[in-house]
């Protein structure tokens, strides 16, 4: 199935320096993601992970010095979100991908694209979580938080999106509203993980699912357009 990232931003996020080290990390652009007459959407997840055996995100200062040149092709596969966004996701990490794909089309136009088509894409964090599949909350260190907040500003204003949904409340909480203080032009919102099985299909919890798809229907409850 066709899904594969534009290209029409590269030149603003190419003038961000982390992805000039790490262009493997370059958000996920969908090629629809200019044709919401509501707006664009940009969604915010947590954050990556590294091989098991990996070692070279476990000293945070050391991280942000290297280059993804110094990364194995296994390592790289991890951290490459288009990639991962592209791939058919079927290992147990990629659930975050199937559950926002399945709640994006049951509410945008249907085309030839997955759902995620129509959606820009990107993570919280720019350092592969410690642990893999546990919170950043364990491992964050603040020139993470520094870092997160400098690259969430500098993702927005190259993206332009009209929403922001961080998909991760710690990421909210911890780096989210950080970011939207200083683009108060950009609206935000935020819910948490979609596959954190404790909360997100929990109908009384006020940050899943539920809320997730009020969202989405704000955003595509109209006959899409192109946008200029």
């Not at 055996?53 to 290297?66: F, R, V």
């Not at 058919?88 to 694209?113: F, M, Q």
């Not at 546990?134 to 870092?147: A, N, Q, V, Y």
Request: glycine share 4%; charged share 20%; proline share 7%.
């Amino acid at each position: 199935m066709p899904n594969k990232s534009s290209s029409y931003f590269d030149a603003e996020l190419n003038q961000i320096s982390h992805f000039q080290a790490f262009p493997s990390m370059r958000p996920f652009v969908g090629s629809n993601y200019q044709l919401s007459e509501n707006g664009r959407l940009l969604l915010i997840a947590e954050s990556y992970y590294f091989p098991s055996n990996s070692t070279k995100h476990l000293e945070a200062e050391k991280w942000y010095e290297l280059n993804e040149s110094e990364l194995s092709s296994e390592e790289l596969s991890y951290i490459n979100c288009r990639g991962l966004l592209e791939s058919p996701w079927k290992p147990e990490g990629h659930a975050i991908y199937r559950e926002v794909n399945r709640c994006l089309e049951s509410t945008v136009p249907s085309s030839d694209d997955r759902g995620v088509s129509h959606v820009a894409f990107a993570n919280t964090f720019y350092r592969p979580a410690v642990s893999s599949g546990g919170s950043f909350r364990h491992c964050c260190k603040p020139i993470d938080w520094e870092k997160a907040v400098s690259l969430g500003e500098a993702v927005i204003r190259a993206l332009e999106p009209d929403l922001v949904v961080y998909v991760t409340k710690y990421g909210w909480d911890s780096v989210g509203r950080f970011v939207a203080a200083k683009v108060p032009e950009v609206s935000f919102d935020f819910t948490c993980h979609p596959a954190d099985p404790r909360h997100w299909n929990v109908k009384s919890y006020a940050h899943g699912r539920p809320k997730f798809m009020k969202i989405l229907q704000s955003i595509f409850s109209k006959n899409q357009t192109p946008r200029p």
